[in-house]
């Protein structure tokens, strides 16, 4: 495909799918896809005079974390990049395919199950087999989101232009989690371009932490970044956003007033970690989240805090 626009007629006329660097599309479908690869400006990271960023859609999870300038102005997102998948999988998956990626439920990608996901009127998952699932319960689907990336987006307030619409917010990409027949709002033939970074603040801190079941190659049970702002010890803006823990990337709010205006001290963290599980009702599967939940929270929370750990969470692989 030459142009967006070809490349969204193509989806619209064939009833296919958006194939970028096809790491999860093609474990699912045969087709038809439709390749963006080709059509052009959708790759690579360029600066605006005011020092933001604006990242393609195109651009792969291996170059944002070749990029210098991108990784030391958004740490956060370095560290999450870092995390997610092998070196392999980084080097072709891009971030409009992370952030638009399908859930990883076991019942949709296995030939034969019906569930509300494709248009069913049950979810297997919540009366069967949900280890894995969503422990803040946002409607009839329990399939966590997939996307690492939106989690450290989130607490960036990044924004995401999707052509012939004006920018969303990362959230909006997503909306309530309710409806449990999408894993994002974007329609068929909707293309997003670009991903908007905010002007980093001299004094911000961010910070990504994940607990998973194995070291690599693998999703996260629970995962969190943080991005604060610190006048000598005292925090004076915070965003914390959590993934692997609900139907949506979900920002926590409650978490990040329990910072404001408080000492940066173990006892602020620890009272904010606290409120992480807040809105939690697990299944009864999931219960073991909850801790996990609260420390990848803490943990995220001191290493933003702590000076020079503050701003890695996961050294790259
Ligand atoms: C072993 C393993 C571990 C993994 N661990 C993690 C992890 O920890 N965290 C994490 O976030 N991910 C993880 N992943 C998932 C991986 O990051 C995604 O598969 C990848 O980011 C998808 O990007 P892609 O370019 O290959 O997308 P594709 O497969 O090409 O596309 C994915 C979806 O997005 C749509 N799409 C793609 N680009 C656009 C666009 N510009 N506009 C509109 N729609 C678009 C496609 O139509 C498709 O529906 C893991 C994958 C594997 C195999
Ligand atoms: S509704 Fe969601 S959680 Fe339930 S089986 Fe379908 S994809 Fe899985």
Known sequence: MTTIEDAAGAVRETGGELRAGGTDVMTRTTGPLVDLLGVPGLRGVTWRPDGSAAIGALTTIADLLADDRLTAAYPALAATAAAVATPQIRNVATVGGNLLQRNRCWYLRTPGFSCHHTGGDACPAREGAHLYSAVIDQGPCVAPHPSSLAVALLTYGATADVHG??????????????????????????????????VPAPSERAAYRRATSRETAEWPLAEAAARLTLDGDTITSAAVAVGGVAR??????????????????????AAAADLATARATPLPQTAYKLPLLRTTVLDTLTAACTPRQGSMGVPPL
Do not use: F, N, W
């Open 165 to 198: 619409r004006s920018p969303l917010g990362i959230a909006d990409l997503y909306g309530d989690g309710g409806d449990p027949t999408r894993d994002h709002r974007l329609a068929p033939g909707e293309i997003l371009q670009t991903v908007r970074m905010p």
């Open 248 to 269: 949506t990337p979900l920002l926590l709010p409650e978490v990040a007033e329990a910072l404001l205006g408080k000492p940066a001290a173990e006892e602020t963290l």
